[in-house]
Structures are given as structure tokens and as C-alpha cells.
């Protein structure tokens, strides 16, 4: 069964912050993650449905006024293209260093981060795909490609790959970016995935 809008809100607010108790945001949900922002806000495109989350230390909601546009966010629909993205594992570092990882970083990042998906050319990563924000239910997709490789449809094909194996580990894979990242937009766009909220913060 699909979660619903206000399910899909609460699992794509989980998966980038850190949740105290009392369902307040403290950090980014990624290792050495920063602080939250002060108050983060979902609406839905679909209906009228808007979730709040404040950070530990605010004492009430601002006002939508002060709340700066983010970017959208994206659910993956049910049927996805076949994929000839190849998994990466912890040893695969000369796949990945002209990416950014180092010799130190990958195998530490891995356990955190897996599954990696990636287009291999010349016994070097060009696109890859990984998971950038993980919880029990959700993870949300990381995905960086070679300036010289990009245009070439390669992240949408890692993408959809990374979906396919967060979806056998049970858990529900999302899709989010920023206004101004037109080539994260585009590979929304290629593999149909479905817009269902934009975010909005106050930092």
C-alpha cells in the first residue's frame, strides 16, 4: 500500500534531519551532520497538507513570511526502467576517487551511505548514485556525476538503480533538490518521479 501525502511528509522530514523526542529537528541526518535549520515546512502540491518541524531550541512557528523556498520533493512511481548501473562495494575506491571519496572516506562513508550504484567507463565511476539521508522506513537518493560525463542521461540510470535496491531492502526511496539544480530537476523528469511536496526553511 502507498503511504500516504502526510506519510510521505513525515518520512522525507525524518530522512534529513535528526529527530528528538519530542519530534523536534536537531541536525542534518548525515554523519557529522550540521544543525537543523530553525524551522523547516513541507506542502504538499496534492492537496492542502503542510507539516512543520522546528529545531530544539526555537520556541514557536515563524511566520510563512520568513520562510525561504528549497526545493522540491519526489516519490519514485511503482514501475521503473531497467537499469545497467553496476553495485559498488566498500573496496571499490579506484571506481570512485575521481568522484571525491578518498582512500580514508569511502570504505567509512559505505556503511552509511550503501547501496552505491554506478556507470563505470574506463575502470573509473563517471555517475553514481548513492543514499545521502537513511532511516528505518526512507532513504533519500545522493547522486553526483563527472562534468565531463554529464548530459548523457547517466544519473538517471544510477538513479533508478539505487530505487530498485532501496525498494528490496523495504524501505521507501525519495528524490529531493533544490530550485536551481536544473540537472537534478531533469532526472526527475526522465524517470517520472512524482512531485509531492516543496520545502520550504528558516535557517
Same mark, same amino acid.
Given at each position: 500500500?502507498?503511504?500516504?501525502?502526510?506519510?510521505?511528509?513525515?518520512?522525507? !522530514?525524518? !530522512? /534529513?534531519?535528526?529527530?528528538?523526542?519530542?519530534?523536534?529537528?536537531?541536525?542534518?541526518?548525515?554523519?557529522?551532520?550540521?544543525?537543523?535549520?530553525?524551522?523547516?515546512?513541507?506542502?504538499?502540491?496534492?492537496?492542502?497538507?503542510?507539516?512543520?518541524? /522546528?529545531?530544539?531550541?526555537?520556541?514557536?512557528?515563524? #511566520?510563512?513570511?520568513?520562510?525561504?523556498?528549497?526545493?522540491?520533493?519526489?516519490?519514485?512511481?511503482?514501475?521503473?526502467?531497467?537499469?545497467? !548501473?553496476?553495485?559498488?562495494?566498500?573496496?571499490?575506491?579506484?571506481?570512485?576517487?575521481?568522484?571525491?571519496?578518498?582512500?580514508?572516506?569511502? #570504505?567509512?562513508?559505505?556503511?552509511?551511505?550503501?547501496?552505491?550504484?554506478?556507470?563505470?567507463?574506463?575502470?573509473?565511476?563517471?555517475?553514481?548514485?548513492?543514499?545521502?539521508?537513511?532511516?528505518?522506513?526512507?532513504?533519500?537518493?545522493?547522486?553526483?556525476?563527472?562534468?565531463?560525463?554529464?548530459?548523457?542521461?547517466?544519473?538517471?540510470?544510477?538513479?533508478?538503480?539505487? !530505487?530498485?535496491?532501496?525498494?528490496?531492502?523495504?524501505?521507501?526511496?525519495?528524490?529531493?533538490?533544490?530550485?536551481?539544480?536544473?540537472?537534478?530537476?531533469?532526472?526527475?523528469?526522465?524517470?517520472?518521479?512524482?512531485?509531492?511536496?516543496?520545502?520550504?526553511?528558516?535557517?
Amino acid at each position: 500500500m502507498s503511504p500516504s501525502i502526510s506519510e510521505l511528509l513525515d518520512l522525507h !522530514a525524518r !530522512a /534529513l534531519f535528526v529527530h528528538d523526542a519530542d519530534d523536534r529537528i536537531t541536525h542534518v541526518n548525515e554523519p557529522a551532520g550540521a544543525r537543523a535549520p530553525r524551522c523547516f515546512c513541507a506542502r504538499s502540491t496534492q492537496d492542502t497538507t503542510t507539516l512543520y518541524r /522546528l529545531r530544539d531550541d526555537v520556541a514557536e512557528h515563524p #511566520p510563512d513570511s520568513a520562510l525561504s523556498p528549497d526545493g522540491p520533493a519526489y516519490v519514485f512511481p511503482l514501475s521503473l526502467p531497467a537499469s545497467t !548501473a553496476v553495485a559498488l562495494g566498500p573496496a571499490d575506491i579506484a571506481l570512485v576517487r575521481d568522484l571525491g571519496w578518498t582512500d580514508d572516506e569511502f #570504505p567509512r562513508d559505505f556503511a552509511v551511505r550503501a547501496p552505491f550504484f554506478a556507470i563505470v567507463d574506463r575502470d573509473r565511476a563517471v555517475s553514481l548514485c548513492f543514499t545521502a539521508r537513511l532511516t528505518a522506513r526512507a532513504a533519500e537518493a545522493g547522486v553526483t556525476t563527472h562534468p565531463d560525463h554529464r548530459g548523457r542521461g547517466h544519473a538517471a540510470t544510477v538513479v533508478a538503480a539505487w !530505487a530498485r535496491a532501496i525498494r528490496a531492502s523495504g524501505r521507501i526511496p525519495l528524490y529531493s533538490t533544490s530550485w536551481t539544480n536544473a540537472a537534478s530537476q531533469s532526472v526527475a523528469r526522465k524517470l517520472g518521479l512524482i512531485h509531492y511536496a516543496s520545502d520550504f526553511s528558516v535557517t
